[in-house]
């Protein structure tokens, strides 16, 4: 891995590194947030994921959750959103599709298949990196915002006791069935729509077999709400199939980090909790 940045933030540190992965075939890079008691002990661990357009500093320069994460002893990883320097058909030409949008699937469509495999680069290689270099212990958390919001919440549903907790901001809640979703997946899945079901979350509740709580913010000014993100789709779900759901919906705010910064602190108390 080749140390990128290092900066001392609450105590603790901010650390930005560049690795070849094996399942994007090609380099990437991430940001860590070690806290200060990662400095003699083993830490648990927040995965963050973040949405469309953005890259592991997001959440780094606008969530303001370090000051937190470092009086909880969490330490936070924060992977890019897609892989980076390849150049495909119509990969970098709008917001929400291809590079800033790899929406954290297994693409199945050549030529995305051969490195947009960002699902496992988050649950499986990302994981294993960083209990290899850091002081870290095996619990883990999942979280993220709107395309990554929804990452968070499929990676916990397609992994049951992999994750202690789950929670999402502004999450698309049901990508088969709004533009963004059907864009991705029709570009990195196919046409096919019966492949669709096994990345979306909504379809994801009726299987699953650990029914850990999806603790979800959402904001009522959201511009995104009632055409992509959808989140009565996901409660419906829940509701049906007795899974539980903790949906707030955030009087007044919209789907920026500047919401995300509101509740941050909330989210970070939540994991903690499960994490302890
Ligand atoms: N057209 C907009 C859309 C981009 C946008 O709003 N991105 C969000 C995530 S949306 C869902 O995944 C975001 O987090 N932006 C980065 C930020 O720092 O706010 C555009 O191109 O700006």
Request: hydrophobic share 35%; net charge negative; proline share 5%.
């Amino acid at each position: 891995m080749e140390l990128l940045s290092s900066t001392k933030t609450f105590g603790g540190w901010l650390k930005r590194y560049r690795h070849a992965s094996t399942s994007v075939k090609g380099d990437m890079v991430f940001s860590i947030f070690l806290p200060p008691q990662a400095e003699t002990k083993k830490v648990p661990v927040l995965y963050w994921l973040s949405g469309l357009t953005c890259t592991d500093e997001n959440f780094t320069q606008k969530a303001g959750a370090f000051k937190k994460a470092a009086q909880l002893g969490l330490a936070i990883v924060c992977p890019d959103t897609s892989p980076r320097g390849t150049d495909y058909p119509n990969e970098h030409d709008s917001y929400d599709f291809g590079s800033g949008a790899g929406f954290y699937i297994n693409a199945t469509v050549e030529p995305y298949a051969q490195s947009y495999n960002m699902y496992d680069y988050v649950v499986d290689e990302l994981p294993a990196l960083i209990s290899e270099h850091f002081r870290v212990n095996d619990k883990k958390s999942i979280s993220g915002h709107s395309m990554g919001g929804h990452g968070a919440l499929i990676c916990a549903l397609k992994n049951p006791n992999t994750y202690q907790s789950v929670s999402a901001f502004a999450p698309i809640t049901n990508p088969t069935n709004c533009a963004w979703g059907k864009k991705v997946f029709t570009g990195y899945l196919g046409e096919d729509e019966s492949s669709w079901q096994q990345w979306d979350a909504t379809c994801l509740i009726q299987h699953a077999t650990q029914r850990l709580e999806l603790f979800v913010d959402q904001g009522d000014a959201d511009d995104f709400l009632s055409k992509q993100l959808k989140p009565e789709s996901l409660v419906k779900a829940c509701f049906k199939n007795d899974h539980p759901i903790n949906l707030r919906m955030q009087s007044g705010y919209d789907h920026s980090y500047y919401f995300i910064a509101s509740f941050i602190d909330e989210h970070l108390d939540y994991h903690f909790d499960a994490l302890k």
